[in-house]
T-cell receptor
Framework: AQKVTQAQTEISVVEKEDVTLDCVYE???????LFWYKQPPSGELVFLIR??????QNEISGRYSWNFQKSTSSFNFTITASQVVDSAVYFC?????????????FGKGTTLSVSS | DAGITQSPRYKITETGRQVTLMCHQT?????MFWYRQDLGHGLRLIYY???????DKGEVPDGYVVSRSKTENFPLTLESATRSQTSVYFC????????????FGPGTRLTVL
């Protein structure tokens, strides 16, 4: 069965520190999609990135970077030089291609607190 | 404004009452979803819809009813609210299959007294 594990429940860092949020997934499908969402204190869910299982290239977007490793079933998210505005709950999610119409399977989220 | 909206944003009701949460999207997305978010459980799927008049159960459907007579609307009804249904409810939509991204509404915070 599909599953997403975010083992870090809470992380606290000081501004300008780098921080990595871990995500490990389980799936039997060979074609699947991985996502990261951010939920700031205001409560909305903001899409950050989507990655398909055939694309293992790392992605960088400003201070954000993602490391996808199929060998370890991980899709980790790194924030470089963290800022207070990065404080949020971050969710990793999985979608399997073979099950048309299925929703996302979410991890339980990692709460990131960045202090000044 | 384009996008996905939910109403009301906040609702307080009493046990046993019927409550309907509204979801509206302007993208003409085929798929729509309802999730609930609870501490310790993350987000769990309640119901989803692949198109107008096509709905299916998710992980936690008991106590909820959905309908989708129009592509843009996907209301969620709690027929007889219980305290265990106190939660934050998110509606989401997606254009097509699983390759597409789900976009979420702002959420409805429901309290059942």
């Amino acid at each position: 069965a599909q599953k997403v594990t975010q083992a870090q429940t809470e992380i606290s860092v000081v501004e300008k520190e780098d921080v990595t949020l871990d995500c490990v997934y389980e799936t039997r499908d060979t074609t699947y999609y991985l996502f990261w969402y951010k939920q700031p204190p205001s409560g909305e869910l903001v899409f950050l990135i989507r990655r398909n299982s055939f694309d293992e290239q790392n992605e960088i977007s400003g201070r954000y970077s993602w490391n996808f490793q199929k060998s370890t079933s991980s899709f980790n998210f790194t924030i470089t030089a963290s800022q207070v505005v990065d404080s949020a709950v971050y969710f990793c999610a999985l979608s399997e291609a073979r099950q048309a119409g299925t929703a996302l399977i979410f991890g339980k989220g990692t709460t990131l607190s960045v202090s000044s | 404004d384009a996008g996905i909206t939910q109403s009301p944003r906040y609702k307080i009701t009493e046990t046993g009452r019927q409550v309907t949460l509204m979801c509206h999207q302007t993208w003409s997305h085929s798929y729509m979803f309802w999730y609930r978010q609870d501490l310790g459980h993350g987000l769990r799927l309640i119901y989803y819809s692949a198109a107008a008049d096509i709905t299916d159960k998710g992980e936690v459907p008991d106590g909820y009813v959905v309908s989708r007579s129009k592509t843009e609307n996907f209301p969620l009804t709690l027929e007889s609210a219980t305290r265990s249904q106190t939660s934050v409810y998110f509606c989401a939509s997606r254009a097509g299959g699983n390759t597409d991204t789900q976009y979420f509404g702002p959420g409805t915070r429901l309290t059942v007294l």
